[in-house]
């Protein structure tokens, strides 16, 4: 059975081999808009697509589905497992506005691993080469009845009885130090545990978001449940979250976005621009204000549409982006408009600016010479906005 869908991407990590300088891309996204990229892991700044998936155009996928001595699978078939794959690329699609398209290839047979599955300590202990040893075990179980030339991506995803595997962390590895078979070097690996049956489809969204270089946007230092940094404004951040389309920025950095539909401020003075919802096609999506080397200031519209047609709070979010933290430590951190209160279980799902009784129409950020003022909102909820830069 072949799904063929559209495609943009919890298991709640990603795993790494050490980088080296060929994996860091030096110069900026094009224009003033641009933020370096410094190194750090999964920078938010440009990034070298030699060393991740680009997701512009056609990306195959193969999925293969393995068990293990210690628990064999006792489904009769793949089909339930392999039904959870299409709402993924269905919401890429939407995001990506159809500039991706995901051909997703399931086999449909349960591949023995040769170890029980606790040998592979997928917990929080879990390391890159324990990681690689797995995802090399299943590739060889697979190996005979796979031909896995001419795949992009692999997906492996275990029987429901093996507990063990109880999270879907993405294996992310430089040149040499992927996974070979048939020729073909996987460097990029979504590894599906049992939380796929709690957060569903969009696990395969948010790890595949790590394969085409995004951060993760909650908090590390938290165990991995919190959220103080985006609430639930972007899939990278709580994949339950009630607006979990990605920002604009990330968008832009993916190639969903053409240059044309960010404005950008990096000199000062006052620019007034209209900004059109996050989830419609065209037009100008956010305002972006350079304020140093590595930070950047960015305004976009959401509305309840879309990817976000569950949202709790409507308006202009803003947020602030940098370059130079780590994925897990606040890359990207939402101003919250109402720090006071809060909707749908997370203080930063009511941070919209807005118009009318009760909201916040003025963001004013004199450390960082930053004023934007929201002037008129449309029928269609297009928002003009004054933006000031000091």
């Not at 059975?1 to 495609?7: Q, V």
């Not at 059109?276 to 204000?289: C, E, M, Q, R, Y």
Request: aromatic share 10%; glycine share 10%; hydrophobic share 40%.
């Amino acid at each position: 059975m072949r799904y063929r869908l559209a495609l943009a991407a919890v298991a709640l990590l990603a795993w790494f081999g050490k980088p080296t300088a060929a994996d860091v891309a030096v110069a900026d996204v094009s224009g003033p808009c641009g933020l370096p990229n410094t190194g750090v892991n999964l920078s938010e700044g440009p990034t070298n697509w030699a060393n991740f998936v680009r997701p512009v155009g056609r990306v195959s996928v193969v999925t293969i589905f393995v068990d293990f001595p210690d628990v064999p699978a006792t489904e009769a078939t793949t089909t339930d497992f392999a039904n959870l794959v299409p709402g993924g690329p269905n919401w890429f699609a939407a995001s990506s506005y159809g500039r991706l398209t995901m051909d997703v290839t399931p086999v449909h047979r349960w591949f023995r691993m040769p170890q029980p599955s606790s040998a592979y300590n997928f917990q929080r202990g879990l390391t890159f080469s324990l990681h690689r040893a797995y995802i090399t075990d299943a590739v060889r179980a697979a190996d005979a009845a796979v031909d896995f030339r001419g795949f992009q991506l692999l997906h492996i995803i275990p029987n429901r009885a093996a507990a063990a595997i109880s999270f879907s962390p993405t294996f992310l590895a430089p040149a040499g130090a992927g996974v070979s078979a048939d020729g073909r070097e996987f460097r990029q690996v979504v590894t599906f545990g049992q939380d796929m049956w709690n957060w569903g489809f969009k696990v395969l969204n948010h790890e595949s978001g790590h394969t085409f270089s995004l951060p993760d946007l909650y908090s590390f230092a938290s165990g991995g449940g919190g959220h103080p940094f985006v609430g639930g404004w972007d899939l990278m951040g709580l994949i339950s979250g009630p607006a979990p389309d990605y920002f604009a920025w990330h968008k832009w950095k993916l190639g969903w976005l053409d240059d044309a539909q960010l404005r950008c401020v990096s000199t000062p003075g006052t620019t007034q621009v209209t900004v059109n919802p996050l989830s419609t096609t065209g037009g100008v999506k956010a305002v972006v204000v350079r304020t140093s080397t590595n930070v950047a200031f960015v305004a976009e519209v959401r509305t309840r549409a879309g990817n976000d047609s569950a949202i709790c709070d409507t308006g202009v979010l803003v947020y602030q982006v940098d370059s130079g933290i780590n994925s897990g430590s606040g890359p990207v951190r939402v101003v919250d408009a109402h720090p006071t209160t809060s909707l749908c279980g997370n203080a930063l799902n009511d941070a919209a600016f807005d118009l009318g009784t009760g909201e916040v129409a003025t963001y004013d950020n004199t450390t960082a010479g930053v004023r934007i003022e929201l002037l008129s909102k449309s029928a269609s909820s297009d928002y003009t906005l004054r933006v000031t830069r000091r």
